[in-house]
């Protein structure tokens, strides 16, 4: 069955292999020579180095949004240079004297702040890169690329330089970034490069080279080419050494614990084993300064999926985590160092070699220990990885997963599955130049104790995506046994709440999803989107399990505001029997129900803006509503302050009870400059019983060096406002060059 599926799809994909071969390449019809500084370029937002006067120009932006047919509204103009230390770009944003800038704070993106940005694909193979953006105010916003149009994650930093000053007419930005900063190879003489500015007043956005509509405009598709008329500077000595000394105070009254105080310090290192290749290496790591999730209501069957944010494991994610699709991950980094609730578990050291061996090969191999604590053994973690690239932008690879735990011999009696889990499998995935078609194909299998069939985890699918038409198909087999000690796999676990005990059911589902889009040249609307999905999903012998269709229909204006409508209809073979209250559990039968929503956002651009829903339908045997609402109002650029609402009605006949939902979270930031935050974070939700209040100070005192004060506080919501724990800590790190 497999070998069928697999011919069938490349046969589907011989056209799209010949498109991806003969497809011209816009880095034909772009192209930005780079000469060398006479001397060093003084980052101050004022352009009157040597070196700007020398550089050469590119100047004709063109409109990627609100569509992709004319030129910039206003001119912007991009120089670069470079010397043995620095590669340097320049900006002039031609403009009013008002600006709009959500924030100060780091990584606050490109689509909401007038703002400048650079593509960099320094292998030039469009399935990695670095994304560097500045807003008028100087907040710096960094990335790297994985060669998709998937919306960025803004979770990877790295040490770089820049300034910007303001004028009546336009704004300069001043760009430094350290060739320690990327990985590249000094033989490679053309870099991918595009340039992207956002000017929020008028609600565009524009690109160096023609960024189609439907496109990021980060995708690295469609970059130009930075020709390096001499080969760039080899880099040497590339060391950072960033330790970092804590401490603080705890308190856990749920578990009995009184206050104590805790110390603790270890350190992170980076070097770079050749000009693509970095080793990154973490001695006693600690993120007590990372953010707190940010809670959701959960009206599924299954677990979600949280983002991963700690630092160590952001460099080239995407090597490891790319693996498989959303729902289903063969590696999830957050299962190393947390438990299932996200509490902390001790991590000793770990180290990762990651990056290119050669032009068109990537490697990633990562390994990690962590401590015992309560139940949980110590724990050793293997990663690795290897992506080859093939034709003008399609990708070959395959990684191994081993996760091997220290327990006593009592241990191992109680839970024998719990000794080891290994992962192995391989994908292929093509597409053509322009990205407006993709396929996929992949397998994967997984080894545990005692464990010898229904194993295996198997999809393939394509995607088509033009300016007006979208189309998806994913199909999916999942065995009952594929288990993933280092992943998440969504729907394999299913609860049974009768008998407070979760049972492993694979699946097969086919997920197919079409989007047409109108784009109007005239009038205020920007775009009519509507979207038709299925996802149909089987048990392993083929019985019918769900089918959910779902229809949308969104109208966006040029004003950023927008209203989408939305229905669902799901029939569902409830397996096992499922509670949503504290009643009777809802018993496993067949069950159809549908859902309507609707909602409206302002324009962002305001200093006060609110999008609001409203929902409602059934669910399993009962009704449900919703309203979900949020509003922000800021005091550009030094206060920000929101407040999101989610309040969820659920009632079901006879004994199986109702219950009402509320999660309130309130977010206050004060960006006192671009190196000093306060950032005050609440979470009500009487779903988890939590009520978490999380309050972080922040002094950026050098470049990637920082001190953090950290408050947080948990209380029950019944019996309300009881608190579980607490605890203050400050964490000191200084980044140091070697």
Not at 521 to 542: E, M
Request: charged share 20%.
């Amino acid at each position: 069955m497999f070998c069928r599926k697999l011919t069938w799809l490349l046969i589907m994909l011989c056209p799209l292999i010949s498109i991806a071969q003969s497809t011209p390449s816009y880095q034909d019809q772009y192209q930005l020579h780079i000469k060398k500084a006479s001397k060093p370029v003084k980052i101050d937002g004022v352009l009157d180095d040597a070196a700007w006067a020398e550089a050469t120009v590119s100047s004709d932006f063109i409109r990627k949004y609100p569509n992709d047919l004319v030129n910039a509204k206003r001119r912007t103009v991009a120089k670069v240079s470079f010397d043995d230390n620095f590669i340097y770009f320049a900006f002039i944003a031609y403009d009013t004297s008002h600006h709009v800038v959500q924030s100060l704070k780091r990584d606050g993106g490109h689509e909401t702040n007038d703002a400048v940005g650079i593509i960099l694909d320094p292998m030039n193979q469009r399935t990695t890169g670095f994304f560097f953006v500045v807003n008028a105010f100087n907040t710096q916003t960094d990335d790297q690329l994985d060669g998709t149009s998937q919306p960025l994650s803004l979770s990877w930093d790295n040490k770089w330089f820049s300034a910007t000053k303001r004028l009546a007419d336009h704004w300069i930005a001043e760009i430094a970034i350290p060739f320690k900063t990327i990985r590249y190879s000094n033989e490679k003489l053309k870099w991918g490069l595009n340039f992207l500015r956002s000017d929020l007043k008028e609600n565009e956005y524009t690109t160096w080279t023609r960024m189609p509509i439907n496109f990021k405009s980060y995708d690295l598709g469609y970059t130009g080419s930075l020709i390096w008329d001499n080969p760039p500077p080899p880099t040497t000595g590339n060391i950072s050494f960033i330790p970092y000394v804590t401490g603080g105070a705890n308190e856990d009254k749920e578990n009995g614990e009184a206050l104590k105080g805790t110390a603790n310090a270890g350190f992170d290192a980076k070097i770079g084993l050749t000009s693509s290749l970095n080793l990154d290496l973490t001695v006693n790591p600690d993120f007590s300064q990372i953010e707190v999730d940010q809670q959701v209501t959960n009206l599924t069957r299954f677990n979600i999926f949280l983002p991963e944010r700690r630092t160590f494991f952001l460099e080239n994610a995407d090597l490891f985590a790319g693996y498989g699709i959303p729902p289903i991950r063969p590696f999830y980094s957050r299962t190393i160092g947390l438990d299932n609730n996200g509490n902390r578990i001790p991590i000793y050291g770990g180290a990762r070699i990651s990056g290119n061996i050669a032009s068109r090969t990537r490697i990633g191999v990562m390994n990690m220990q962590t401590g015992r604590k309560d139940e949980f053994a110590s724990q050793n973690y293997t990663a690795v990885s290897v992506n080859q690239g093939f034709f003008k932008r399609s990708l070959f690879r395959a990684y191994f997963l081993n996760h091997q735990a220290f327990m006593t011999a009592s241990e191992k009696a109680i839970k024998p599955m719990d000794q080891y889990g290994r992962n192995a499998g391989f994908d292929m995935n093509f597409a053509n130049l322009k990205g407006t078609w993709s396929g996929w194909i992949s397998h994967n299998q997984s080894w545990k104790p005692n464990i010898n069939d229904k194993s295996g985890y198997s999809s393939f699918g394509f995607e088509h995506n033009t300016a007006n038409f979208g189309f998806v198909l994913d199909a999916t087999n999942v065995g009952t046994n594929y288990y993933t000690d280092m992943g998440y796999v969504q729907r394999i676990e299913n609860y049974d709440a009768l008998r407070d005990t979760s049972i492993r059911v694979g699946f097969k589902h086919l997920f197919t999803e079409m989007t047409y889009r109108i784009n109007p040249k005239q009038g205020n609307i920007l775009r009519h989107t509507f979207q038709l999905s299925n996802y149909n999903v089987h048990n392993p012998n083929n019985t019918f399990n769900e089918n959910n269709t779902e229809f949308s229909y969104r109208f966006e204006m040029k004003n950023t505001s927008g209203v989408e409508l939305s229905g669902s209809h799901t029939i569902v073979d409830l397996l096992f029997p499922i509670s949503f209250t504290d009643a009777t559990p809802i018993p496993a039968q067949v069950y159809n129900y549908s859902q309507t929503k609707l909602t409206y956002s302002s324009d962002i651009r305001k200093k006060f803006n609110f999008a609001a829903g409203v929902g409602g339908g059934t669910l399993f045997n009962g009704t449900y509503q919703q309203i979900v609402t949020k509003f922000v109002l800021r005091s550009q650029p030094l206060l920000n302050l929101s407040i999101s609402f989610e309040y969820n009605k659920l009632k079901f006949p006879g004994n199986y009870g109702s219950t009402e939902l509320f999660l309130i979270a309130p977010r206050a930031e004060i960006n006192f400059s671009t190196t000093l935050f306060w950032t005050t974070f609440v979470q009500y939700n009487t779903q988890r019983n939590n009520f978490n209040i999380n309050s972080r100070f922040q002094w950026r005192y050098k470049p990637m060096s920082d001190l953090f004060i950290v408050y947080t506080d948990n209380y029950f919501t019944d019996p309300f406002f009881k608190n579980k724990n607490r605890a203050i800590v400050f964490k000191l790190n200084y980044w140091l060059n070697l």
